[in-house]
């Protein structure tokens, strides 16, 4: 996406946005307790139209989540279980031959739960390969071509993904062109005790509250419009690019980590989603521009999928968030290009 | 916006002074630790003077502008320190985008920008150019005395002294052809200049090799200047005795002496070039004519007296340079001893001209006319130069020769103890010798102790605790059943 060429958001244009953000965020942390920090990252995921891949096991929330971000946001809601016996045509739509009256009977279009703004793909690893290969083109086109006629998905479009990390027995998992298409990839770990507690008392039968305040249409298109003028820095930028270009080994800026356990590294559109995400993250955060922190907060949910790691990797017991948490610790986001002799210090001391 | 423009300014500056002082410190000390190995190995090994050596003190400033250069170059770009400060103050990219376009309404609302600490780890480099400077100044402050001998340690300078003043002698004396003399001169320095502490014996043997060369010439110079002397001496002698005895002499007599005179004077002139060079014309024109007047003797006399001292003085300057030895001169003066008197006497006794033939034939010899009567046995010389030695003949000429002087091998009989080239040296007794007894009897050896009957020629003894065992063994044939 060009920089845009429009003067930054004005604090008074901006204050508006980051209310409803922050709107969207209390709705949120109201349906899904506990949950604050992987909120702002599945709505800097959807301000910055990106598919998310949620992983986790049954039952910490997946679905509730992405049910009441339809809710919020007011955008239509469809869920699919992905099962092994699911076929693409389940999922895309499927031509029927229908009675037409007063004529001969004509293949009709039936089009699949993928017509929607936010698809719930829950458990897409137990879908085969050829079902899962079917949301290729939707996830990154946002079109859907059968027998030769392409149909425009509706705007927006999310595939919300989710995954059980346990009972890989009979599962597919995803390849790896499928999981570069997803911006996000977040773990949707535990919930403290005290969390749990309040689920307990204040929810029956756990049963969510309805969002009281959800978006109407058009405050959703001036936040994304408020997403196009968020400026990203040319330092930034390089940033971005010398942390993708540092995941590859042998690299110039490898680290011993990655030399080691890194087969393959991530990919271009890995930077393309990190500057998206950083923007997102810059407009939750109240500010017109991309800073390094905005960079840091996202770089390992767009990474941790998108990384390859080697067998000994596994047997060292090293992960994917590891090796992004080494290379954040070991670039200099400035570039200062300094000897190791000399260190400028990095963040003021508090008061 | 001034603000953070005047932050970034400031912090340029304190980055670029930190790598300015780390680039410099890095230099000094690379500078520091080669300048004091190389002035320590140029002072041990070569023996390079230390006062020459501080010039390498200048090499300070390459060093410092080096590192200056470096610092300037490595400075970073003024993006990056753009986004160092916007990071220091978590600006959120604020400062960064300042620097590439308007900021609008939150230029007035950016927080105000801090400078961040800035540290130099270079304690290590310090210590190690604290050491180097120590190196360097112990380098230049240990005393000469303390440095190991070099390679240009051999000390020839003295002899070479003598050498060349040796030479100047001869070359001034022209013992030698010009070429050769500065053949001469340039292997002096070639050698001054290869005098090696490495290799003495090179050095030493080509000074050998000069010292010889000059020492032949001036020997065979020596050797000219006395036999100049003696011609000389003779043609003296023979002119004052002419002229003390010429009244005295019959005119055929005179003429024929003054002939001889005339062959001596030309012989004497003919090796002597300052004699020829100093000799009258007209004094020469009468000598050869025979018709010396009284003065005109004199005046040849004193002639041929001024060429024996010139070959004197001569000889005296090469035996001042040690070219040749002190006997050189003593040689010479007995060459050119005086004896006109003795031949003035043996002019006047001389009644034929037989007897004058045969004086004037000693003269030319060498013989002394006197002498004659002690030539009975041939040998009427006391030992030769420097006394003692066998009788010798005496010469004018010749110097004493080494016959009868050497003993004369004479092949020994063989001696009894030569049949105890085959012995073997056993020990060195210090105490006197001491004759052998003469041996006994033949004695029974080692069958002293056999007895008769026994079958052994040697006893066997039984030890107590082994009595019992043997007892039985030998019994055992008669308790066996």
């Not at chain 2, 041929?304 to 035996?319: G, I, N, S, T």
């Amino acid at each position: 996406m060009n920089q845009p060429t429009a003067p930054l958001l004005a604090p008074d244009e901006l204050a508006p946005l980051v209310a409803l953000a922050d709107r969207i965020l209390a709705q949120m942390d109201l349906v899904l307790l506990g949950r604050t920090a992987l909120h702002r990252l599945v709505l800097a995921g959807i301000l910055s139209r990106g598919h998310i891949l949620l992983e986790g096991l049954p039952g910490v929330g997946k679905t509730a989540l992405i049910k009441a971000l339809g809710q919020i946001l007011r955008l239509e809601f469809r869920r699919v279980q992905f099962t092994p016996d699911l076929m693409p045509s389940d999922i895309l739509g499927t031509h029927i031959l229908q009675d037409k009256a007063g004529g001969p009977r004509e293949m009709t279009f039936q089009a699949g739960p993928v017509f929607t703004n936010i698809l719930l793909a829950d458990e897409i690893n137990r879908a085969s390969p050829k079902t899962q290969s079917a949301l290729l083109e939707a996830m990154q086109e946002r079109s859907v071509t059968m027998l030769g006629t392409t149909r425009m998905l509706p705007e927006p479009f999310f595939v919300l993904a989710s995954q059980n990390p346990i009972e890989l027995e009979g599962t597919y998992p995803l390849p790896e062109a499928q999981l570069d298409r997803f911006l996000f990839k977040l773990p949707v770990g535990d919930v403290s005790a005290e969390v749990l507690e309040d689920i307990i008392c204040t929810r029956r039968r756990g049963e969510p509250p309805v969002p009281s305040a959800p978006l109407s249409a058009e405050e959703l298109s001036r936040l994304f419009a408020g997403m196009e003028r968020m400026y990203l820095p040319r330092a930034v930028s390089r940033y971005i690019s010398r942390l993708v270009a540092a995941s590859h080994p042998r690299s110039r800026e490898a680290t011993a980590e990655v030399n080691s356990y890194v087969t393959y590294g991530a990919s271009p559109r890995a930077a393309i989603a990190m500057g998206e995400a950083s923007r997102a993250h810059a407009l939750l955060a109240g500010r017109p521009t991309v800073g390094f922190e905005d960079v840091r907060a996202v770089a390992a949910p767009v990474m941790n999928h998108r990384l390859i790691l080697n067998y000994k990797a596994r047997f060292d017991q090293i992960g994917e968030l590891a090796i992004v948490q080494g290379l954040l610790d070991s670039l200099d986001e400035a570039g200062l290009g300094l000897p190791a002799d000399l260190e400028v210090e990095k963040a003021a001391r508090g008061p | 916006m001034a603000d953070g423009d005047q932050q970034l300014a400031r912090f340029r500056m304190r980055l670029g002074s930190f790598l300015a002082i780390r680039y410099c410190l890095r230099g000094l000390l690379i500078w520091t630790m080669t300048l004091a190995a190389a002035v320590v190995l140029l002072r041990v090994a070569a023996g390079i003077e230390r006062q020459w050596l501080l010039a390498g003190l200048l090499g300070y400033v390459p060093a410092l502008a080096v590192g200056i250069v470096l610092a300037v170059r490595r400075t970073p770009s003024t993006p990056a320190m753009r986004a160092a400060l916007d990071r220091h103050a978590a600006l959120g990219g604020l400062l960064m985008t300042a620097g590439e376009r308007d900021l609008g309404a939150w230029g007035p609302r950016m927080p105000g920008v801090s400078q961040p600490a800035v540290r130099l780890h270079a304690g290590r480099h310090g210590m190690l150019l604290l050491a180097g400077i120590a190196f360097l100044a112990a380098g230049f402050l240990v005393p000469d005395r303390y440095l190991p001998a070099g390679e240009e340690s051999l000390e020839v300078g003295t002899q070479m002294e003598q050498l060349a003043a040796k030479l100047a002698v001869v070359k001034q004396e022209q013992l030698i052809p010009p070429e050769k003399a500065q053949v001469l001169e340039k292997d002096l320095v070639r050698v001054r200049q290869e005098a090696s502490g490495k290799n003495p014996a090179k050095t030493l043997e080509a000074m050998d090799h000069l010292e010889a060369s000059l020492a032949k010439a001036a020997a065979e110079a020596a050797e000219a200047a006395v036999r100049h002397a003696e011609a000389a001496g003779k043609a003296e002698d023979l002119a004052r005795a002419l002229d003390d005895v010429k009244a005295q002499m019959a005119p055929a007599q005179l003429s024929e002496a003054m002939k001889e005179l005339a062959r001596l004077t030309e012989q004497a002139a003919a090796e002597s070039k300052s004699l020829a060079e100093s000799l009258d014309k007209e004094l020469a024109e009468a000598c050869r004519d025979g018709r010396l007047t009284a003065d005109e003797l004199k005046d040849l006399a004193e002639a041929l007296a001024k060429c024996k001292a010139c070959e004197r003085m001569r000889l005296e300057k090469l035996v001042g340079a040690r070219l040749v030895d002190a006997a050189e001169l003593a040689r010479l003066a007995e060459a050119a001893e005086g004896h006109e008197a003795e031949l003035a006497e043996v002019l006047r006794g001389c009644e034929s001209g037989e007897d004058l033939e045969d004086a004037l034939a000693a003269l030319a010899t060498g013989e002394s006319a006197d002498r004659n009567d002690d030539e009975a046995d041939g040998m009427p010389g006391r030992g030769g130069r420097g006394g003692g030695g066998p009788p010798t003949a005496l010469s004018w000429t010749q110097g004493a020769n080494q016959e009868n002087v050497g003993f004369k091998e004479k092949v020994l009989a063989p001696a009894a103890a030569a049949s105890l080239k085959e012995s073997r040296l056993v020990g060195v007794s210090t105490g006197d010798p001491t004759a052998a007894k003469p041996a006994g009897p033949s004695a029974g050896g080692a069958l002293a102790a056999a007895k008769a009957g026994g079958g052994a020629a040697r006893t066997q003894l039984i030890l107590p605790q082994h009595e019992n065992t043997i007892r039985r063994y030998f019994e055992r044939e008669k308790t066996r059943p």
